[in-house]
């Protein structure tokens, strides 16, 4: 029986191919979880439409992460911090830290996409990755100053 997937299903296919399946897997699973279709003309268009609109998306969506790699990649972002007589830091900075400071000056980045390994507790200038969708990547260049400084 042939059908259309409107879900990813695994070891089946992904979302709007078209599948060979058997009848009873079809009849008993894929139709009635609304994971698949009966491929009819019909709904053989209306996939090909979809496909079309998705990869639309993806392609607008590529075009948007793109340009926001291009305007983050080599930004200086300087974060002011609390030190003490002994030159330690008050509080230590963090990836929400970061995203905070990113999120000010116009930059909606989420923390798992900052690549710090660990806190930085000292003052000085961090090279941080920071990783979009589509395996894009920027780097940023962290600057750790005192309150005082700035």
Known sequence: MKIVLLKDVENLGKKYEVKEVKD????NFLIPKN??????PEVLKWAEMQ????AK????NLEK??????DIDGLEL????????KGQLF?????QKIVDSLKKIGFKIKKDQVGLREP???VGEFPIKVKFEHNLEAEIKLIVVSEEES
């Open 35 to 40: 994971l698949a279709k009966l491929a009819t």
């Open 51 to 54: 496909k079309e609109i998705a």
């Open 65 to 70: 992460v793109e340009k926001m790699v291009s």
């Open 24 to 27: 009873g897997y079809a009849r």
């Open 120 to 122: 930085i507790g000292e």
């Open 91 to 95: 509080e230590k900075i963090t990836a």
């Open 57 to 60: 998306k993806a392609e607008e």
């Open 78 to 85: 300087e974060i002011p911090v609390k030190i003490g007589e």
